[in-house]
C-alpha cells in the first residue's frame, strides 16, 4: 500500500466511524419527531409514524381537536387543554431570561470587585464562593421551602408558587459565572481605565464605560450558560410553582409521563415544539459558549 | 461619586430601596418575628452605609451579589447543618410549644348538661352560637360573634369564646342555620375545634354533630414541665431526646415536637443497619458512576476531537455542528425522551436488540441493566462538552511536534498516546474533577431517567441506582416518614465529600496563586 493510499483508507475510516456514530446519536430526535405526530400516545419506537396525525401538536399549541372515543359507533368528543402546554415554554423562558439576566448584573458586579478592588479576604471569599456553590441546590429545598413561605406571608408575589419567588432562588447560583467573569476581566490591561481615572472619570465610571463595553463577550456566554441550566432545572421549579399554569417547561414535560399512564405522544410535541427553538439559538451562539467553556463552565 | 455633578441620584436612589425595606420590617416586627426583623433591619442599615459612606465604596459592587449568595447559598447550608443536629420529621414536625398547647387543649365531657344549638348567620358575615340546656329549656346561653371559614379544621389554639345567659323572652338577631343546614355547609369542621366558655367558667364543646356538653381539659401542667391527667391521675413528662412526651411506661403521648438530639442522626448512618447498608451501597454506586461517566465522556470525546482536528478531512464542520447536537438540547427533554427509547417493551431500543437478537435486556427491572441504561444515557448527554474542551486544548499544541515525530516515522496511533495525551492531560485534570464533582451530585439525570428503580431489596426507600443525592431527597420529601433530620446529616457528609473535592481542585488549578 502507498502512502497516498494509508491516508485515503484512514480517510474513509475516519468518516465511516463519524457517520455511524452520528447514526446513534441522531436516531432519538428522529423517534421524537415521529413519536409526535404519530396517533395514539406511543413510547418513541419507529422512525417514521405508521399514521400521520396532528393531535398532539394541537394539544401542546392549545388548539381543540376531534378524538375518536369509541371507534365502532365513530363517537368523537372535542380535546382542549386547560392549559396550553406551549404555556410552560414560554414561563420557562421568562423565568430563565429574568433570572440570567440578575445572574449578570450580581456575577459582574460582584466580578469587578474581584477583578480590580483590592480588599480584606478576598482570595478567600473567592475559594469559598466556589466550595460552596458545590453544594447540590436539590438539597437546599427544605430552606427554600421556609424562606418562600416566609417570603410570602408579606409579600404575596414573591412566595411560594410564584414565578418571582423561584426567580429569587436562582439568583443565588453566581460563584461559577463570577470565576468566569473575572477571569475575563483580568485579561483585559487595567491600563485604559487608569488613565480615564486620570483624566477625571469615576471609578463607577470607568467600570461602566470602558470595562463593561469590552467585556460583552463573557457576559453573552454566561447569559447562554445560565440561560440553559435553568431551561433544564427541574426539582426546584417542581417544588415552588404547584398550580399548572405557572409550571416551567421541565415540570410540566414532567408532568405528561405519569406512572400509570405515559403520554408520550404529548410529551414528544412538546418536546419538539419547545426543544427546536432553543437548539436552534444555541447553536447560533455556539462560537461564543465554545469560547466560554474553556474557561470552566459546566452545564447543568 | 453621582453620575451628573450636584444631583444627589445615588441618595435618592437608596431611599427608594430603604423606604419599602424598612416598611417591610415593620410589618415582620409587627407580627412578631422579631428576630428576623432585626436581621433585617442590620442588613437594610449595613447596605445604606455601603453605598452612602465613601467607607464602604468597594462593597458597592459586592453587595447585591454576597446578599443573594448569602440568602440562597449559605443559609440553606447553615440550615441544614442546623437540621441535622436535629429530630424532625413527619412524626416530630412541631415546635415543643404548640405540641404542649396541643395537649393542654385535650378535654372530656363532664357531669351528664347537654345542650341543643343552633348557629346564627349574621348580617355582617358572624356567627353567633345559640345554646339550649335540653332537661331545662330556660337555661339559655349565647355567644360573642366570631368567624368561621367552612371547611377548614381550626388549630384549636383559640381562647373559649364567652357565653352570656340569655334573659328569658329575650330572641338572638340573624338568621338561625340548623343542625342539618351546619352540617351541609361544612361548618361543623372549625366548629369541632372551638371551645366555649360557660358563665361560670365551666367548658362546653361539641359532642358529636348534634349536641353540645359541658367538658374540662384533660391535662394540668405542673411546675416541673410534667402534665397530669385528671381523670386518672397518670403523669407524662416531655422527653426531649424522643422528641415526644411520655407516661411512666414509657408510652408516647400525644403529637410529636422537633428536638436537639446532638449526633444522633449521624450516628444512625454508620449503625442503623436500615440506613448503614444501603447507604454504603449507595455511595460506592455514585463514586462508581460519577468516575465510569467522566472516563467515558472524556474517552469519546477526546477521541472526536482527534479525528475532527484532521485538516485534511472534508465536512470537518459539519460533524462538528451535529456532533453538538446533543448538548443544546435541554437536558430535562433529552433524559425523558431517552426515558421512552429504553422503556423495557414498548421503547425502540428493545424493539430493535428483539428484532436482530431475539433478546433484549431489562433496562428496568435488572439493576445492572439500569445501570448501563443511566452511563449509556450519561455518554449521550456528555460527550459534546468533553469533545468541546479538549478541541480547545488540541488547538493550543504547536502543530511543529506533530511534524517532528512524522519525521521519526510515526503513526497517528502512537502520536497519540506519546504526544497529545500526554500533554493534554495536565491541564485537563481540574475539568475532570469537576465533571466528577458535577456527575457525583447529577440529581437530574437519575430522578428523570429512573427514579432511582429498580428498588433495592430490603433496602427501604434506597434504589439501585439512587445516587447519595436521591437518596438524600428521598428520605427527605419521599418516604412516608419524611425524615428532615436525617436527610440533613446525609447531606452534610455529602456537601463534605463534594467541598472537599472542590478545594482539592482548587488547590490543582492553582487558580489561588493567581489571585
Known sequence: MTAHQKVLARKVGAHAFLICF???ILVPFVMVISASLRQGNFAPSRLLPDKVSLDHWKFVLGIPYQEVVNPATGETRTVKPSTPPLL????????SVTASAGIIFLSGTAAYAFARLRFKFRSTTLSALLILQMFPMVLSLVAFYVILDFAGQYVKWLGLNTQPGLIMIYLGGISNYIWMIK???????????????????????????ILLPMSLPIFAVV????????????????VVLQSSDNWTLAVGANSFLYEQEKLWGRFSALAVLSGVPITVVFLLCQRFVIGGLTSGGVKE | MSLNGGFPIRQILVALVVLPALYLVFNIYQAGNSLIALAMLIVICLG?????SDLGYTYRYLFPGLLGFGLFVIFPIVYMV????????????LYFERSLALLRQETFPVGDATYKYKLYLEDDGTYILYLENEKDPTKRFVSEPFELKAGEQSKGDQEPGVLRALAPGEEVKGRPLEVAQVTREKLFIPMRGRQFALPGGTLVGMEGLQKFASRERLWTLNPDGSLTNKKDGAVIRPDFRLGFFVDKNGEKVGVGFRTFTGLDNYIRIVTDPRIQGPFFKIFLWTVGYSAMSVLLTFSVGMVLAVVLEWKDLRFRNTYRTLLILPYAV???LSILIFKGLFNQEFGAVNQFLRGIFGAAPEWETNPWGARTMILLVNL??????MMLICTGMLQSIPSTIYEASAIDGSNPLVDFFELTLPLLLPPLVPILISSFAFNFNNFNLIYLLTAGGPKMVGGGIAGETDLLVNYTFNIAFRDSGTNYGLASAIATVLFIIVGLLAWTNLKLTGRNVKI
Do not use: C, H
Open chain 2, 380 to 385: 449521550w448527554l456528555g460527550y459534546p462538552y
Open chain 2, 330 to 332: 435541554p437536558a430535562v
Open chain 2, 82 to 93: 442546623f437540621l441535622s443536629f436535629t429530630k424532625y420529621s413527619s412524626q416530630n414536625l
Open chain 1, 183 to 209: 477571569g475575563y476581566f483580568e485579561t483585559i490591561p487595567a491600563s485604559m481605565e487608569e488613565s480615564a481615572r486620570i483624566d477625571g472619570a469615576s471609578q463607577f465610571q470607568t467600570f461602566i464605560r
Open chain 1, 88 to 95: 410552560w415554554f414560554w414561563n420557562s423562558i421568562k423565568v
Open chain 1, 223 to 238: 447569559f447562554i450558560l445560565s440561560f440553559i441550566s435553568y431551561m433544564s432545572e427541574y426539582p426546584v421549579a417542581s
Open chain 1, 22 to 24: 452520528l447514526i446513534l
Open chain 2, 48 to 52: 445604606a452605609f455601603i453605598y452612602l
